[in-house]
């Protein structure tokens, strides 16, 4: 079970709303802070641990100085990731560069900043090689373990059909060759589950990557000195799901690593996660104002916001909790679709849900918005991306990035040749 707070009460998001117009996303700053505390402190044992923010969740440049001020590195995928770390002030083995089908520009950025390349294929050290001209000293190499006995879960599917990373052959020919050239220092990465909620299935994650590192020093004579076990730690989007307990997945983890690195000879390895969703997202909430009312076959809310502000529940079916705020204790006895504008079906965000009732006005906290909500927004039929502000502890407000305008939207569009 998980309650479904807010973090301000009604009366301060009037006045926030005041201020800033909705629709936007707010993040909880001291919710992320505290929720990171725990994670660093439940690992704390291992000796050089490090956590990457998966930047994509929310790649916003104060949410990355927040973590940043944690010791905190960032998990990079793109160029324009690699640009905000650059400007954040997060460079050199604080970021991990976990990129697939690269463009050598990225690879190019990464290698400037320091980065850890994480390789996703074999034939991306020759790529690198020829276009570098040399490589670093350090790679991490990401492992793509096939057909499980369990399988994948549902995001990231099933990991024969994955397209990241090398098969097992594939990794221990990758540290071969990047010995022979030279590098000295070795990672290896894998990442099998995304949104997982179940600490079995993510001690699983670690116990394959384990496994192969001493089959790499068994062969090769090669000691990883760290394993990065990816992402994938779920965020408990339902009321009747349970947040995942970094206690548990802490103890699970070390017993796996006394028992498969330490007994054979592994006993100095630096463990790493990316997470992204379990960072942002419970920490996010976007607000939106109840606009319409509609009766027909079904009864419609329509807001002013849409899946251009979040997507998931149109692209994935994902379930977000919706707070009708003021109404939080009102029975919940009238049951709605919830609907953005935009002209697609599948622009809702609840359907058939069970709610207050509700009337025009209502602020709509939709919950769980902090990771892929802003970041994956879009401009289909024109729409605006909103502004995300930030809820510091003391109850102040800080726009972290200002909402679209329609001279952004059209900025690609020279009117004057028409
Ligand atoms: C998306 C991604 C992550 C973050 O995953 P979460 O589920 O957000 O924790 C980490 N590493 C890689 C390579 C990813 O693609």
Known sequence: MNEKKLPFTAEQLEAIIAEYPTPFHIYDEEGIVENMTRFLEAFSWNQGFKQYFAVKATPNPYIMRILQNLGIGADCSSLAELLLCEKVGITGHDIMFTSNDTPYEEFKKALELGAIINLDDITHIEYIEKHHGSLPDTFCVRYNPGSLKEGGNTIIGLPEEAKYGMTRDQVLESFKILKDKGVTHFGLHTMVVSNELDVAGLVGTAEICFDLAVEIKEKLGIEVEFIDLGGGVGVAYKPEQTPVDFELLSKGVKDAYDRILVANGLNNVALAYECGRMVTGPFGYLVSTAIHKKD??????????????????????????????????????????????????????????????????????????????HAMGFNYNGKLRSAELLLHKDGSVTQIRRAETYDDLFGTLDFSNL
């Open 296 to 373: 027909i076959y079904r009864q419609y809310i329509g807001l002013d916001s849409c899946m251009a502000n979040l997507m998931r529940p149109a692209l994935y079916g994902s379930y977000h909790h919706i707070t009708v705020v003021g109404k939080e204790n009102a029975p919940k006895d009238h049951v709605y679709d919830v609907t953005g504008s935009l002209c697609e079906n599948n622009d809702k965000f609840a359907i058939q849900r069970e709610l207050p009732k509700i009337d025009m006005g209502d602020r709509i906290v939709i919950h769980d918005a902090g990771a892929h909500g």
